[in-house]
């Protein structure tokens, strides 16, 4: 996920969970109180700020580490934080929603998620070439005619 954040200045900071290490996710899981990394990521998805601040917290820690997260803080993080989906996490929820959807021969679960994908995208364009990738093209230009 891209984490952005609205610096006091108005440029945005766009940090990705990729690029953390597994001792930097490590950190994030035990500031947030011994969360599980997925956790983590359904929080990130819900953009819930304890989880987004904790992102930002472990990349702050490569310029000044001794940060400690009690004392981090993003004020007014209503409008300067935001989560959203890269490419990756696009194609995998797609993939599990396209088996579910296969095995009972219907399109329904697809368009459920559709809208709330494109909603966390950082791109929502990558939603439709997810789409087009699956094999479910269709999906994607349906939703757009319907608009």
Request: aromatic share 4%; hydrophobic share 40%.
């Amino acid at each position: 996920m891209i984490i952005t954040h609205v610096q006091d200045d108005g440029t945005e900071r766009r940090v990705s969970t990729d690029d953390l290490s597994a001792l930097e996710a490590a950190a994030i899981e035990e500031a947030m109180g011994d969360v599980p990394w997925r956790g983590i990521e359904m929080r990130l998805q819900a953009q819930d700020p304890t989880a987004m601040r904790a992102v930002l917290w472990a990349f702050q820690r490569r310029e000044q580490p001794d940060l400690e997260f009690a004392t981090f803080d993003v004020p007014g993080w209503r409008r300067r934080l935001r989560a959203r989906l890269e490419r990756p996490e696009i194609d995998e929820a797609l993939t599990n929603v396209m088996r579910e959807a296969l095995a009972k021969s219907e399109d329904s679960t697809i368009d459920v998620l559709t809208p709330h994908l494109r909603k966390l995208a950082q791109d929502p364009g990558d939603v439709d070439a997810a789409l087009d990738a699956l094999g479910k093209g269709h999906l994607a230009r349906r939703k757009d005619s319907a608009a």
